[in-house]
């Protein structure tokens, strides 16, 4: 690079900003003392060589280059139109900046953390980007009284945002819009109204556990701390809970699950690993109406459900002991299925059932697959043969007995009894 021929050289127009579309000529200038005639020059943009059927040379030290429909800059700084001498040496250079004036500001929405900030975040209008340096300003101030102030804590990348972290007042609704500008025009966003209690946001539920519910092999008991940063507001909480398996990324959802802070996972997979997470949503904070806005999920809490008893002892119920009763069993299972889907969530009476329920089918199972075990692995004989027939029968008698004191106990008294 020559820098007496940079001090010699000019182009103009320097530095143009744009519309996409728009055509330009640019000149470059060259001083006579440089002893170069315009006819030996030629330019390159953003590195490549521009045919030389877009020149002009207008004088013996004059030659101008027309581009026509140019196309959006290819980055924010600019695009570098160069003019260089014979021996493509540089002599003089021009920034392009070429893109749209900013769209209006769409998609604003604001959350407060514990009500210590109020954060905003927005999106460009139209199609996004201006493809030039676009300057976005969240302004706000409050309703009836306050003078506008402008936010200055930015995130310069998408997704746009800025955070408002003093001065914050409570009980008083705020206006909140968004101004974008660059150098080829302005726009600004709808304006927003909204009181910080409204948009109420909290850290992850702490403290969550997962354990086991004795020997039950189809459940699980998950536990959790309130939010500690909200302890000290009047609010009711609502929490979800959401698991999956071990070796799946879909995601199961509980609704229902309240205010409380512990819940049973029902209906789940014998000796199978699985991922639980917690999120709250502080509902009615001194008395807002709003639906609040949820938190993020907690760190994901691993825990295992217990292996069946069927499943560890490798063997399974015969033909002639599960055939007489296998139908009244499944609908007992059906009819606890649908105690526990309608019974909203957590709900200890279902639970209870469920308990009693699942208590009674495994040592049922269990007995079985004890007898089931003996009868293959011994040579009985005749006698014993029948004796252990008759064991079958009055154990199976039993089972149904059981099963039938459960259905009638749920009826009639809405619970089992002792």
């Known amino acids: 690079m020559d820098f007496a021929s940079l001090s010699l050289t000019i182009i103009y127009p320097q530095d143009p900003v744009l519309r996409i579309g728009s055509n330009l000529t640019a000149s470059c200038w060259v001083h006579s003392d440089l002893g170069v005639h315009a006819s030996s020059l030629f330019w390159t943009l953003n590195g490549q060589q521009l045919p030389s059927s877009l020149y002009r040379v207008l004088s013996s030290t004059n030659l101008s280059v027309t581009l026509a429909g140019l196309n959006a800059s290819k980055q924010t700084s600019g695009d570098n139109l160069v003019c260089h001498n014979h021996k493509g040496h540089i002599l003089a250079g021009s920034c392009l900046y070429v893109g749209m004036p900013p769209e209006k500001p769409v998609n604003l929405t604001c959350w407060s953390r514990n009500t210590k900030d109020l954060t905003c975040r927005w999106a460009p209008g139209g199609k996004g980007e201006t493809n030039i340096s676009t300057q976005y300003k969240l302004k706000y101030k409050l309703r009836w009284y306050g003078t506008e102030k402008q936010c200055a804590d930015y995130t310069h990348t998408q997704p746009y945002s800025c ?151 490798g063997s399974c119920d015969s033909k002639s002991s599960g ?96």
């Not at 071990?246 to 229902?256: H, I, N, T, Y």
């Not at 001194?286 to 806005?293: H, L, V």
């Not at 697959?369 to 009055?394: E, M, P």
Request: charged residues 20%; proline residues 4%; hydrophobic residues 35%.
């Open 163 to 313: 955070s408002i972290t003093q001065d914050l007042h409570l009980f008083t609704p705020y206006e909140i819009w968004v101004e974008a500008s660059n150098q080829l025009g302005w726009a600004t966003s709808d304006v927003i109204t909204l009181d910080i209690l409204d948009v109420v946001t909290t850290d992850p539920p702490s403290g969550v556990t997962v354990s086991r519910v004795g020997q039950l092999e189809d459940q699980l008991s998950v536990r959790w701390e309130a939010p500690p940063a909200l302890k000290d507001f009047l609010f009711q909480a609502k929490y979800q809970i959401r698991y999956r398996l071990e070796d799946s990324q879909d995601w199961k959802v509980m609704e229902d699950v309240g205010n409380q802070t512990s819940c049973r996972l029902a209906g789940l997979r014998p000796g199978t690993v699985y991922f639980v997470q917690v999120r709250c949503n502080p509902v009615g904070i001194y008395g807002s109406r709003k639906a609040g806005i949820w938190s993020e999920w907690s760190h994901p809490t691993a825990a295992s459900t217990p292996h069946s008893e069927r499943m560890m002892s």
């Open 323 to 418: 055939d007489s009763n296998s139908t009244l069993r499944r609908e007992l299972k059906q009819f606890f299925g649908w105690v526990r889907k309608h019974a909203y969530g957590c709900s200890s009476m279902s639970m209870k059932l469920y308990d009693q329920w699942r208590v009674l089918m495994q040592k049922s199972h269990k007995v079985r697959n004890q007898v089931g075990k003996h009868h293959h692995s011994n040579q009985i004989t005749k006698q014993q043969h029948a004796a252990h027939t008759n064991t079958q029968k009055l154990q199976k008698r039993s089972f149904m007995k059981a099963d039938f004191f459960l259905i009638n106990s749920v009826f009639n008294s809405g619970s089992p009894r002792g």
